[in-house]
């Protein structure tokens, strides 16, 4: 069902209850998204496709890191369980400068249009975007289709990308299968691009067609249906970078995930200058194409190795914020009551306000919290 975006209560404790049955339902997510199903809200809208609640053992272990000779080490670890209680919906592609530009002709994303290096805009990744340009494409793309889109955080990002697995890469743990899965640092990149200084950067012996950025879907789709989540281009996250006590210090000595949220939400109380990114680029060699591998950057930074990935939520926008109104215990309407029943017994007006309803019955308090313009979200309590 849908619920009203436009909807607003007078004021506080005066006004009063929908059914419970509104509440129930506005906290499901909508008939028919399962696993698998691919939404696109618009035309110009990233598809998306449903992933499915589950558990999945975040990082790597030191057998695994010890063999690279580079890459992450510490902080991949301790690997530990991260639970994703309801399924999402997640970009199937990398945002494409032609997802990007709709932005930017539709008025959003600053009139910011980044550069593509030559080449070529279209289904290509956008690229020259940092953290807080991807964040003012998911606000513009929430508001221009009224579901809740963000940025992954970065446990669902590796949720995603692991698709079930528990190899180094998504394909397994052979190397030479890269090349029919991303876009990464091939023998046609070392052919084209100067020699890197690291010692321990080893090229991957296939080839993938592309030195630097490939059309969105070029290789083939994860156990999720998701593209090019490695290589092609890093992926902005929401998370905070995080190293022991923030400071900035080599994370092979650290178990850097101790305390890290178990329940799929970012972690943003780390050096929240930096923000995480994943996968990897066309830049990158193997041992950075794996799944567990981590990666920081500064927000500010542009880079023609960056972009990102959209997350949609199904189950309604989280409040940007709530204000908390006296518990209001009477003046109940009926479970099963309508809007218009509510407008009409409370004198309701057309106007944003921030109401909060507490429904006392048969033992169960429900709280239903609406923001201005927001579907509402709901918590049950005791
Ligand atoms: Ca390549
Ligand atoms: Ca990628």
């Given at each position: 069902m849908t619920i009203p975006t436009r909807l607003a209560w007078s004021r506080g404790c005066t006004v009063m209850v929908l059914g419970l049955f509104l509440v129930l339902l506005s906290g499901l997510p909508a008939a028919g998204q399962e696993a698998g199903e691919v939404i696109q809200d618009c035309e110009a809208c990233p598809v998306v496709i449903v992933v499915?609640?589950?558990?999945?053992?975040?990082g790597s272990p030191e057998s695994e890191t010890a063999l690279s000779g580079e890459g992450g080490q510490?902080?991949?670890r301790p690997q530990h369980e991260v639970t994703f209680a309801a399924p999402f919906a997640v970009g199937r592609y990398e945002v494409t400068f032609?997802?990007?530009?709709a932005c930017v002709e539709a008025g959003g994303c600053g009139g910011y249009r980044p550069g593509d290096e030559g080449w070529g805009?279209?289904?290509r990744p956008v690229i020259n975007v940092?953290?807080?340009d991807a964040k003012a494409y998911v606000e513009w793309l929430s508001d221009h289709t009224g579901e809740s889109y963000r940025l992954l955080s970065e446990s669902e990002w590796e949720y995603v990308a692991r698709a079930g697995s528990e190899t180094r890469w998504y394909w397994g743990d052979a190397p030479s299968d890269q090349c029919r899965h991303a876009n990464g640092h091939d023998l046609d990149a070392a052919a084209a691009l100067p020699p890197s200084p690291n010692p321990h950067r080893?090229?991957?012996q296939c080839s993938d067609g592309y030195v630097y950025t490939a059309p969105a879907g070029t290789y083939e789709a994860n156990g999720f249906g998701v593209y090019d989540l490695v290589g092609n281009v890093f992926e902005w996250t929401e998370d905070c970078f995080r190293t022991p006590g923030d400071v900035p210090v080599p994370a092979a000595q650290f178990n850097v995930y101790d305390g890290a949220p178990d329940d799929g939400s970012a972690w943003t109380d780390g050096l929240c200058e930096s923000r995480v990114w994943r996968g990897g680029s066309w830049g990158s060699t193997q041992v950075n194409l794996r799944s567990a591998a981590r990666f920081f950057a500064e927000s500010v930074t542009r880079r023609s190795n960056a972009g990102f990935r959209v997350a949609r939520d199904l189950l309604g926008r989280e409040p940007k914020s709530v204000t908390l109104l006296p518990p209001c215990v009477d003046?109940?309407?009926p479970d099963g009551s309508s809007v218009?029943?509510?407008e009409t017994q409370f004198g309701v007006e057309q106007q944003d306000s921030f109401p909060v309803v507490h429904k006392r019955g048969d033992g169960t308090m429900v709280e239903v919290v609406r923001v201005a313009s927001q579907p509402w979200s709901a918590r049950a309590g005791p």
């Open positions: 499915p609640a589950g558990t999945f053992l975040m510490g902080s991949e032609a997802e990007w530009d805009r279209g289904s940092d953290w807080h080893r090229t991957t003046h109940f309407l218009a029943q509510a």
